[in-house]
C-alpha cells in the first residue's frame, strides 16, 4: 500500500494533528514572507498580522485577507516585470512560467530551486496515488512553452525515477507512432487530448486499447473527473484515467487515487477553503481558496481560484485523511450559463455528450435571437444516421440538464480540435 502514498504518514493522519501541522507550517512560512515580500507584508499589516505570532489559530488565519489574480496581475503591471510577490531578490529564482492568459493578462510566476523542488514533490504525489513506479515510462503529449503544467509534470516524473518522454514539436499521428514505439505505459494530456490521439489513431488503424498504456492521467480541464469523458478515454486506451488539477499561481493541489472515488486534496503541501462566491463564508459547495506551504518564493495566501467544487461527505476507501471533491473540479465559479433561467454548467452538457460513442467532437453555441435564449450544438456523428444521434442527444440533453436546444449534425473533422484547453462552449450573447 505504501507505494500509493507520497507520504503515508501525512496522508493517513487524523484530521485534529494535520491542521496543527498546517499551521505550523504556514506560521514557518510568514517569517521570511513578513521579512522580505512587499505584496504580503502590506496586505497582512492591514489586517494586522505584523510577525507570525499574530496567527496563533485557525481563527486568526480566516481573518486573513483574500488574494485574487487580477490583483497579482495588477501589482506585475505596477512593478515589472515579476511584480513585488517576491519573497527573495531577483537573482535567487531560476524558472519563469505563465498562466495561458485565456481570461486576461498573463501572469508571470517565478520560482526558485527550492519552489521548484516542492513543485515536484507535489507531482510525485499525483504520480503515486495512481501507482505510477520508477518502471513506468511516462509520455507527455504537449507542446512544451510557458505553461507551468508541462514542466512540473515532467520533471516530477524524473523525481519518481520514471523514464520521461516529452512530446513537444510533434504532429498528433507522431505522438501516436512514438507511444507505441517506446512502450509508453503512462500518458499525460489533456483529456480532449486523449480523445483526439484515439481519434487519429484509429484513423489510421492504430488499436491503442492493445498498447501497453496502463494509466492516463489528465488536467487542464474538467474531463477526466465527468464520468462519461472517463469512460470514453478509458475505452479508447484500454487504461484507467485519473484526473489531477492544479495552477500556474497556487501549484499542483489535487490528485486521484486508484480508486477514482473524487479529487483528492494534497493537504499536507496546502491549505484549502471553500466558500460561497458571494459571502466569502464556509461553504461545503463553493468557491475553491488555496494556500501553498512550500513555494515561499512566490506564495499565495488565501487565494480565491474561481473553481467551483463540491466537498465530498463520505470517508476515503483506500485510508487516506486527505479531504476530497466530489467529481473534481465542476467548472468555473462565473462559467455557468443561465439560458432562459437555467443555470447550467458547461461540464454537465460534455457529461451528457460522451454518453453516446458515436458522437466525437462538438462545439456549444449559445445565442439571443427575438429576446429568447438558444443553446444550439453541433456534433461529429461517426455513423450511419447522424439524424437519429442527434434526436436522441438532444432527448437526452433534455431529460438530464432540463432545456430544450438544437443539435445539428456535421461533417466528421470539421470542429477545430485542442491539444491544451478545449474551447468549445460561445456564448455570443457576452459578444454583444
Same mark, same amino acid.
Request: hydrophobic fraction near 40%; aromatic fraction near 10%; charged fraction near 25%.
Given at each position: ?274 466558500? #460561497? /462566491?458571494?459571502?466569502?463564508? !464556509? *461553504?461545503?459547495?463553493? $468557491? @475553491? ?5 512550500? +513555494?515561499? %518564493? ?47 454548467f458547461p461540464s454537465a452538457i460534455e457529461n451528457v455528450v460522451r454518453r453516446f460513442p458515436q458522437v466525437g467532437e462538438f462545439a456549444v453555441d449559445i445565442h439571443r ?15 450511419? #444516421? /447522424?439524424?437519429?444521434?442527434? !434526436? *436522441?442527444?438532444?432527448? $437526452? @440533453? ?5 432545456? +430544450?436546444? %438544437? ?26
Amino acid at each position: 500500500m505504501s507505494e500509493r502514498f507520497s507520504d503515508p504518514f501525512l496522508e493517513t493522519l487524523g484530521r485534529a494533528a494535520l491542521e496543527e501541522l498546517q499551521l505550523h507550517r504556514f506560521r514557518h512560512a510568514l517569517e521570511p514572507v513578513l521579512e522580505h515580500n512587499r505584496f504580503h507584508r502590506s496586505r497582512l499589516a492591514g489586517a494586522g498580522v505584523e510577525s507570525p505570532a499574530d496567527v496563533a489559530s485557525w481563527e486568526d488565519f480566516r481573518r486573513l485577507p483574500f488574494t485574487t489574480k487580477q490583483e497579482l496581475t495588477d501589482d506585475q503591471a505596477a512593478h515589472p516585470p515579476y511584480g513585488s510577490n517576491l519573497t527573495w531578490p531577483r537573482d535567487r529564482y531560476t524558472r519563469i512560467h505563465q498562466t495561458s492568459g485565456t481570461t486576461g493578462q498573463p501572469l508571470v510566476c517565478p520560482d526558485t530551486d527550492e519552489s521548484w523542488a516542492w513543485w515536484c514533490r507535489c507531482w510525485a504525489s499525483v504520480y503515486r496515488a495512481v501507482g505510477v513506479t520508477p518502471r513506468d515510462r511516462i509520455f507527455f503529449a504537449f507542446s512544451f512553452g510557458p505553461f507551468v503544467g508541462f514542466w512540473s509534470a515532467y520533471d516530477g516524473a524524473r523525481r519518481i525515477g520514471a523514464l520521461a518522454l516529452p512530446g513537444g514539436g510533434m504532429s498528433s499521428l507522431q505522438r501516436v507512432r512514438a507511444l507505441l514505439t517506446h512502450e509508453v505505459t503512462v500518458l499525460v494530456c489533456t483529456p480532449t487530448y486523449a480523445l483526439h490521439l484515439a481519434e487519429v489513431a484509429e484513423e489510421e488503424g492504430l488499436d491503442l486499447a492493445r498498447s501497453p498504456v496502463r494509466v492516463t492521467i489528465h488536467a487542464g480541464e474538467p474531463g477526466a473527473s465527468l464520468p462519461g469523458t472517463r469512460s470514453r478515454i478509458q475505452r479508447a486506451w484500454g487504461a484507467l484515467a485519473y484526473d489531477h488539477a492544479g495552477a500556474t499561481e497556487v501549484g499542483a493541489w489535487g490528485y486521484e487515487s486508484l480508486a477514482q472515488d473524487g479529487l483528492y486534496l494534497n493537504e499536507g503541501e496546502f491549505v484549502f477553503e471553500v466558500i #460561497d /462566491p458571494a459571502t466569502g463564508e !464556509a *461553504a461545503n459547495e463553493g $468557491e @475553491l481558496v488555496i494556500t501553498n506551504l512550500g +513555494r515561499l %518564493g512566490f506564495p499565495v495566501i488565501r487565494y480565491r481560484t474561481g473553481d467551483r467544487v463540491r466537498l465530498a461527505t463520505t470517508p476515503s476507501p483506500d485510508g487516506r485523511t486527505y479531504r476530497r471533491l466530489e467529481g473534481g473540479v465542476i467548472g468555473r465559479v462565473d462559467d455557468a450559463l443561465t439560458v432562459r433561467g437555467i443555470n447550467i454548467f458547461p461540464s454537465a452538457i460534455e457529461n451528457v455528450v460522451r454518453r453516446f460513442p458515436q458522437v466525437g467532437e462538438f462545439a456549444v453555441d449559445i445565442h439571443r435571437r427575438e429576446e429568447l435564449d438558444e443553446l444550439e450544438i453541433r456534433i461529429e456523428v461517426a455513423d450511419d #444516421d /447522424p439524424d437519429a444521434a442527434a !434526436a *436522441a442527444l438532444r432527448e $437526452e @440533453l433534455r431529460n438530464s440538464i432540463g432545456i +430544450r436546444c %438544437g443539435v445539428e449534425p456535421v461533417l466528421r473533422g470539421t470542429l477545430p480540435r485542442f491539444d491544451l484547453k478545449a474551447r468549445r462552449f460561445t456564448d455570443h450573447r457576452r459578444r454583444g
